[in-house]
């Protein structure tokens, strides 16, 4: 079994900055790739940004220069948002290819993180 865990969603006014964590647990063998999308209710899920376990990140267009994914380490990746706008506001999930000790690879999410940007 694998759980992927969230944490640091919050209240944050505009141009303030948050980091989001994500650590996978449980039976793991390796962690392909780690991603942040996140939601808006009503909308449809968007992807925010990828990293590798080589550590190649990609960044929608929107995020880059202001989102910074880090490298996968010990299972757990973090996401540091800075100059936040109140569009940011959303849902966060974090998303792995995870290959389990069975060496089945298997797509997880997490619960999902609450990001609010407002004065």
């Known amino acids: 079994q694998v759980e992927l865990a969230e944490s640091g969603g919050g209240l944050v006014e505009p141009g303030g900055s948050l980091r989001l964590s994500c650590a996978a647990s449980?039976?793991?063998?390796?962690?392909?790739?780690m991603s942040w999308y996140r939601q808006v209710p009503g909308k449809q899920r968007e992807l925010v940004a990828t990293?590798?376990?080589?550590?190649?990140a990609n960044y929608a267009d929107s995020m880059k220069g202001r989102f910074t994914i880090s490298e996968i380490t010990q299972n757990t990746m973090y996401l540091q948002m800075n100059t936040l706008k109140p569009e940011d506001t959303a849902v966060y999930y974090c998303?792995?290819?995870?290959?389990?000790?069975?060496?089945?690879?298997?797509?997880?999410w997490g619960q999902g993180a609450l990001v609010i940007v407002s004065a």
């Open positions: 998303n792995a290819d995870i290959e389990d000790t069975d060496q089945y690879s298997i797509e997880y």
């Open positions: 449980g039976s793991i063998f390796m962690v392909w790739a």
């Open positions: 990293v590798t376990s080589g550590g190649t």
